[in-house]
């Protein structure tokens, strides 16, 4: 049987402090008029010298002490000396305990013996912490200079802040990295910062017993297992006692470090902004509470650190559980001050330690939302969390946990407090102590309630009567009374909801656990995809390009010699008026020639030709060697000769007719009128003629990424999905960053049900415009597609960032040109005072109150937004009126009046300040799910469409608006359902009875449906508005053609005009014609029908009536020519056809068949 393979555990790792030097470690010098230095003991003794030794310590373990070194004024102290802690690995917990725990280096002074002194004395001078975590993100050697931080008592307090600080230079090192290849790759380093508690109970005061507190929060240390982190020292503080502006991070567990010693290193916390942090309290009207809460409230303060390594498997486990339930428990609570006696340990007579061992009082939890950590290439979350009162109920309804770590992390507070054990892990004990303490741990929660209740009955009550108090409300915050199904009471709890306590958490990680593709690879994907196309074809030398080369230099050349020929023979050309004869034609041509070789210009002429032939002989003829054989170079340059000849006479016959050439004429329609055209036959349901009109713009620029776009969201409309992805891969060759093109084409993979393609195109969209309010939301829409919450959740969060600064900006730029426009109305007003002479009385300005802001419905289409931007103009301007400057008002409203009222004199009334007016938040004019219905709508992505029309719905700002169910009906009308369309129309118009859109809605759906009147009522309503429609003009077209079917030739002609006017088409054109030809105006008629022609000669129709025009007016072979085009082009009114069948017959021509 072979030995089954036990898995070798990695030996020691040696991890060497090595304090290399100390300088600048000198005592304050006495002011006696003699050279002799303050010593600890008080007394100066001329030219002796300081000794020092510096003490390593980690945790509670002395690692080593220095020997004695001679420390000079102003000379470095060379120490030397290195201690050494060795790195067990295994204990899979060593690296959270070096991350997180300061080896302490302290510095003494040993001091002089004197007389009949057996042992020397010592005083400690400072200290200094060292950060082993460069070690475990991998380093193997960190070189540090620490300031050495003086102890109460100390000689270095004295020195003035102007002098040098002492410091001491310190280098870690270990000769193998910590951590293996996979470590590095798949662990991580959880970074967790308690800060303060702001707005605690009321009942919490300065005065009176002070009591400890502590925040826990559960982080996992393996696949399954979980243990609680513990901050403890948290300190009450009153408001006058304010923070730093850059506040300085705590060791969670310092160890022997004192004073300044307890600060890490070049930790700070960062004053992020609010709007950049993750969690609650963040809305506009909860910050006010949170001004108010940091600087008139009490607060518990930690501003410490913790530090926790995670392997893999505890990093795949605590992804898992934030994606199973996004929520974490953060626990806060409050503990009995631990008071032992000078000499006694706790608990034995010296202190309350074991009697109040775990009574955790003031019990809360904060839900923090890790979910933020799930987003692609989130390290970090900060933020504010409301704490609410814990009992086991909420626990497990908010995170799936059956109870908390309060007991435990209660314990693990009074060893931290008391100094017992420094680490949140039981260390080995004696057998007695060990049993005992496993008892406790198995009774758990009910060994502590049982305290409690017995402290209840036994223990009175203390000043004011706590005592009892506490114990009873702690019994009901930890087992929540739960009887016959009632929720749980925490009665003490309960006051941190009534207070609105909230605490400042911040989480970060060195590797996000979600990693994001940078943009660079997004776009190696896409070309993946989609390889870029050149807007050029690439051009390579070859025979065909060697023959053009030559034919330009032949022209080139044949320019310069007429050029010369002019020069020289152009006056007398001019002036000759005989003849040319054949003798003066061949003198000019000598004096030519000798012209050119005399001057040099035949040589260049040959120089320019040259580089052409060569290329010929080795393109074409493929020859690239010297000639052996004399006869076939002379055979070679026969026929080399003759068909440069030929290729001369091609090459002259091409520049010598280029200018007999007509030019091509310009087309009479551009790409927009192209485009006007396609989206009018699309409307008509001319599909053909739309897809043709698509076409055509195509052939004119395929280089134009816009022209394939347009076309694919076409063939989306008519389900080709095929094609539309052809149209889409184009538009994204041609420009790889094309947002829109991006976006589509992921629609299109995601209906095909390609989702890693479709997210590719997504994120790409994403990184090609970072602030585009669109792509984050169509991200968010897919990831809703995929089932991907948090995904969605990312997404959201973005585009409303973006929206809402987008408001902000619009709102200032606003405020900005009513700025300008009230200086400029002041300096009217001066100058017009001025020309009164001063005579004129003073104006007194109407100051107004700003009103609040309307509830404005989202606007449905661009002109309503402008509308709405207009509306807020108009009520911007009205709070213009108020001079009170808001943006200096950064102090509380009232503020004011607590000065005033401190002066103690009293102010005239038109003295008095009011308070400052709040100025109104920004409210975006939409939601981010209305923009993206808008762009949805217009490119006819409909399955996107009806999601994003879901997340309206439901959205804060969106909901059953005018806007919704115009867009509800609009998406409807696409998918040719046309009585959930009017349903929708007629619950928009219950909301607003006055939307154009809504009424040009309700006019096609009547006009589908074939209800010619109705849709004749609602477009002429429309029109009868002041403000237009989005799309006026099919309302014009549609209404002019009920008008033509009804006879009312008059208004058609005169609504076809107003189509014309607005965008003219051959559509409209042809209209008018009509109109024009039925009221017998054939002059019009005709020239209308002419303009109809020129945008569009392929409408049968339109030759049709030009036909018919022309029988008219008695012109028979424009007659019989306009009505073989109408044939040739397929007429197919068989109406009109038997109408100018029937004036053919009564004119008598125009028919070419009689």
Not at 146 to 170: C, Q, R
Not at 553 to 559: D, I, L, P, Y
Not at 676 to 703: C, D, M, P, S
Not at 750 to 775: G, H, M, Q, Y
């Amino acid at each position: 049987m072979t030995e089954v393979d036990v898995p070798q555990t990695r030996p020691p790792e040696p991890l060497s402090i090595h304090i290399v030097k100390a300088s600048n470690l000198k005592l304050t010098k006495i002011d006696n008029g003699q050279d002799c230095y303050k010593c600890s003991s008080g007394k100066g003794t001329k030219g002796d010298n300081v000794q020092i030794t510096v003490k390593v310590e980690f945790g509670e373990k002395v690692l080593g002490e220095s020997p004695k070194v001679e420390c000079v004024p102003d000379t470095p102290a060379d120490i030397d000396y290195t201690a050494t802690l060795n790195c067990s690995f295994e204990d899979p917990l060593v690296l959270d305990e070096i991350s997180y725990k300061p080896v302490v280096l302290t510095v003494t002074e040993v001091l002089p013996k004197e007389k009949k002194q057996k042992e020397e004395k010592t005083a400690q001078l400072g200290q200094c912490t060292v950060d082993l975590l460069p070690l475990v993100k991998g380093a193997t050697r960190h070189h540090y200079n620490l300031v050495i931080n003086p102890l109460p008592g100390s000689p270095l307090e004295t020195i003035p802040p102007e002098s040098p600080k002492p410091e001491m230079e310190v280098v870690i090192s270990v000769q193998e990295s910590l951590l293996e290849g996979t470590q590095i790759d798949q662990g991580n380093l959880m970074t967790l910062t308690v800060e303060t508690l702001y707005s605690p109970p009321e009942s919490w005061t300065m005065t009176g017993t002070q009591y400890a507190y502590a925040s826990a929060l559960p982080i996992p240390t393996s696949a399954d297992k979980e243990s609680p982190v513990v901050f403890a020292n948290g300190a009450l503080k009153p408001s006058i006692d304010k923070e730093p502006p850059n506040r300085q991070k705590k060791w969670a567990v310092p160890g022997s470090a004192q004073g300044n010693s307890i600060f890490i290193p070049d930790s700070f916390l960062p004053p992020d902004n609010i709007d950049d942090e993750d969690g609650e309290f963040k809305n506009k009207e909860d910050r006010e509470h949170r001004h108010m809460a940091e600087t008139e409230k009490l607060r518990v303060t930690w501003n410490t650190e913790r530090r926790c390594y995670l392997d893999s498997q505890a990093t795949k486990s605590f992804q898992d559980k934030i994606a199973k339930c996004r929520y974490w428990p953060v626990e806060v609570m409050r503990l009995p001050q631990p008071a032992a006696a000078k000499g006694k340990k706790p608990g034995l007579g010296g202190g309350k330690f074991k009697d109040d061992e775990g009574s955790i009082s003031y019990h809360g939890v904060a839900f923090v939302n890790l979910a933020p950590l799930l987003y692609p290439g989130v390290k970090r979350i900060r933020g504010a969390y409301k704490v609410h009162a814990y009992t086991d109920h909420a626990m497990h309804e908010k995170t799936k946990r059956k109870t908390g770590f309060g007991e435990e992390a209660g314990k693990i507070a009074f060893n931290i407090l008391n100094r017992n054990s420094a680490s949140p892990f039981p260390k080995k004990a004696g057998k007695e102590g060990g049993e005992k303490k496993e008892k406790e741990v198995k009774k758990g929660r009910s060994m502590s309630i049982a305290q409690h209740q017995q402290q209840a009955n036994a223990t009175p009550a203390g000043p004011g009567g706590q005592a009892p108090t506490e114990a009873s409300q702690t019994i009901k915050s930890d087992t929540g009374s739960e009887m016959e199904g009632q929720p749980p009471v925490n009665v003490e709890g309960q006051q941190y909801v009534d207070a609105k306590s909230y605490v400042m958490l911040e989480i970060s990680l060195t590797r996000p656990l979600i990693p994001k593709r940078p943009p660079e690879e997004l776009a190696r994907r896409v070309a993946e995809y989609i390889p870029p196309r050149p807007l050029f074809p690439k051009r390579t030398d070859g025979a065909q390009r060697a023959v053009e080369d030559f034919h330009n230099q032949v022209g080139s050349v044949a320019n310069l010699i007429l050029d010369e020929f002019r020069d020289q023979f152009g006056d007398l050309l001019k002036t000759d008026d005989e003849p040319q004869t054949v003798e003066a034609m061949e003198s000019r041509r000598q004096k030519l020639i000798y012209e050119l070789n005399s001057s040099g210009k035949y040589f260049a002429f040959k120089e320019q030709l040259k580089y052409a032939v060569v290329k010929i002989v080795r393109e074409k003829y493929l020859k690239t060697s010297a000639f052996e054989d004399r006869q076939e170079l002379q055979t070679f340059l026969s026929e080399l000769y003759v068909y440069l000849i030929d290729q001369m006479h091609v090459a002259l016959g091409q520049f010598l007719a280029l200018e007999d050439q007509a030019p091509i004429p310009k087309p009479q329609t551009d790409s927009a009128q192209l485009k006007h055209f396609a989206r009018e036959a699309e409307v008509n349901g001319n599909y053909e003629l739309a897809t043709k009109y698509y076409q055509e713009r195509i052939a004119r620029n395929r280089n134009d990424p816009s022209h394939w776009f347009d076309y694919g969201t076409f063939c989306l409309y008519i389900n080709d999905i095929t094609k539309a992805e052809e149209c889409f891969k184009e538009c994204i060759a041609i420009d790889q960053k094309h947002l829109q093109g991006l976006l589509l084409y992921g629609v299109v993979c995601t209906l095909s049900e390609r989702n890693e393609a479709a997210e590719t195109f997504f994120e790409a969209a994403t990184c090609v415009d970072p602030k585009s309010i669109l792509a984050w939301t169509m991200l968010g829409l897919f990831y809703d597609a995929v089932n991907n919450e948090i995904g969605a959740e990312m997404a959201y969060l973005e585009a409303n960032k973006l929206n809402q600064a987008a408001a902000v900006a619009e709102a200032k730029a606003l405020r900005e040109e009513e700025r300008l426009a009230r200086g400029e109305h002041e300096s009217e007003d001066k100058e017009i005072d001025h020309d009164q002479g001063g005579l004129a009385p003073p104006s007194v300005p109407d100051i107004k109150q700003p009103s609040p802001p309307s509830s404005d419905k989202p606007p449905t289409s661009a002109r309503s937004g402008k509308g709405s931007i207009s509306d807020r103009r108009m009520s911007a301007s009205k709070r213009s009126g108020s001079k009170i400057k808001t943006e200096s008002s950064t102090s509380r409203p009232g503020s004011h009046y607590k000065m005033g009222s401190q002066r103690g004199t009293p102010q005239p009334a038109e003295e008095a300040e009011e308070p400052p007016v709040r100025e109104p938040t920004p409210v975006p004019r939409c939601s981010i799910y209305m923009q993206a219905i808008e762009w949805l709508i217009e490119v006819k992505a409909v399955p996107f469409t009806e999601r994003a029309l879901a997340h309206e719905l439901l959205s804060p700002m969106g909901g059953p608006t005018s806007g919704y169910h115009i867009n509800y009906a609009r998406l409807k009308l696409q998918k040719k359902e046309y009585k959930e369309a009017e349903n929708s129309l007629d619950e928009a118009l219950q909301f607003d009875y006055q939307n154009p859109d809504a009424w040009a809605l309700m006019g096609h759906v009547k006009y589908m449906t074939n209800d010619v009147e109705a849709s004749r009522d609602c477009y002429e309503r429309t029109i009868s508005f002041t403000t237009d429609a989005a799309e006026m003009h099919s309302i014009y077209l549609r209404l002019a053609s009920i008008y033509l079917q009804e006879e009312k030739f008059s208004n058609a002609k005169n609504t076809f005009l107003l189509a014309c006017k607005r965008s003219p088409s051959c559509v409209s054109w042809l209209g008018v014609g009509i109109a024009c030809y039925r009221l017998g105006e054939l002059a019009e008629a005709e020239d209308a029908l002419s303009e109809a022609n020129i945008l569009n000669n392929t409408d049968p129709e339109v030759w049709g009536y030009l036909s018919l025009v022309c029988l008219k007016t008695g012109r028979q072979l424009e007659a019989e020519q306009a009505y073989k085009y109408a044939l040739k082009l397929n007429l197919s009114d068989y109406d009109l056809l038997g109408e100018i069948h029937q004036v053919q017959q009564d004119v008598g021509f125009g028919n070419p068949e009689f």
